[in-house]
Nanobody, 124 residues
Framework: QLQVVESGGGLVQPGGSLRLSCAAS????????IAWFRQGPGKEREGVSW????????YYADNVKGRFTISRDYAKSTAHLQMNNLKPDDAAVYYC?????????????????WGQGTQVTVSS
């Protein structure tokens, strides 16, 4: 069964950190690019970060650069998003997605598999 499962969300104070994980199963992990998206209340889903299937290229949205770090562990078929210095605007449901296609990394329509999402709340 093809599956992508996120974990690691929760409640954190402004300035705090969280590490999200994305566990993939049922497909060849190293054949897929991995991205993190997020969707806040009343907002469109936006691309947060992307890592290539080879792990050699990474992209970040401007509003998370310098605070978030994406990585992947091929042995465990898992990707991570380390989020530091979190701000209230970072609060959203975070989704992990996988794709084989090429194109602009932040277009949700280009992704084949999606997780169910994990909630991140940033509040004092």
């Amino acid at each position: 069964q093809l599956q992508v499962v996120e974990s690691g969300g929760g409640l954190v104070q402004p300035g705090g950190s969280l590490r999200l994980s994305c566990a993939a199963s049922g497909f060849t992990f190293d054949g897929y690019d991995i991205a993190w998206f997020r969707q806040g209340p009343g907002k469109e889903r936006e691309g947060v970060s992307w890592i290539s299937r080879y792990g050699d290229t990474k992209y970040y949205a401007d509003n998370v650069k310098g605070r978030f770090t994406i990585s992947r562990d091929y042995a465990k078929s898992t990707a991570h998003l380390q989020m530091n210095n979190l701000k209230p605007d970072d609060a959203a449901v975070y989704y992990c997605a996988a794709r084989t296609s090429w194109g602009t990394w932040s277009f949700p329509s280009l992704y084949d598999y999606w997780g169910q999402g994990t909630q991140v709340t940033v509040s004092s």
